[in-house]
């Protein structure tokens, strides 16, 4: 099933500049694990060393939170996930 990972620009160098990533997956840890497969090096942006989301990644599925489900999120074909980064400061 074909899911369309939409990546914030910040990433984009980890993905040869791509903005838009096809994946395949039934859910959203699936659709993760796909495009770490394809380009390995996003791999520590997104997920900590326990295959968890990082605290400051948001997913969204059609525009809608992931959360409190996140990886466990199920998804179908011709969706849509944002990653979203939360930058803070002070």
């Known amino acids: 099933?074909?899911?369309r990972i939409n990546l914030p620009p910040?990433?984009?160098s980890f993905t040869n500049n791509q903005a838009v990533v096809e994946v395949n997956g039934s859910t959203v840890g699936e659709c993760l694990n796909e495009?770490?497969?394809q380009f390995p090096r996003i791999k520590p942006m997104l997920l900590d060393?326990?295959?968890?989301l990082l605290n400051y990644v948001d997913i969204y599925v059609?525009?809608?939170s992931a959360y409190?489900?996140?990886l466990a999120k199920p998804v179908k074909d011709g969706d849509e996930l944002y990653i979203?980064?939360?930058i803070a400061g002070g």
């Open 84 to 86: 979203t980064l939360i």
């Open 68 to 70: 409190p489900e996140e």
């Open 1 to 3: 099933m074909s899911v």
């Open 10 to 12: 910040t990433l984009h």
């Open 62 to 64: 059609n525009y809608e």
């Open 49 to 52: 060393k326990k295959g968890r």
């Open 35 to 37: 495009l770490v497969r």
